[in-house]
């Protein structure tokens, strides 16, 4: 699947948001309900993004969001 409004970029270069990994949200009800997707992001990103960088200061400018 692919989305027009996501433009890729390559990584050498200054880039805003960037993507680290991707996770399968829970239960069909998911979908519909916008508080549950948030909670299964926070849940399922954070580790994800310890994996992408150990050291987390290490983004000065760094917030969490996800897609």
């Known amino acids: 699947m692919t989305d027009p409004s996501v433009e ?3 990584c050498e270069g200054p880039h805003p ?3 680290y990994g991707t996770f399968r949200l829970k239960g069909d009800h998911a979908i519909s309900d916008p508080a549950t997707i948030a909670a299964q992001a ?3 990103c954070a580790p994800l993004l310890h994996d992408f960088t150990p050291d987390v ?3 000065p400018a760094a917030e969490f969001g996800f897609y």
Do not use: K, M
């Open 8 to 10: 890729i970029v390559p």
């Open 42 to 44: 926070y849940e399922g």
């Open 57 to 59: 200061t290490a983004l």
């Open 17 to 19: 948001p960037e993507f």
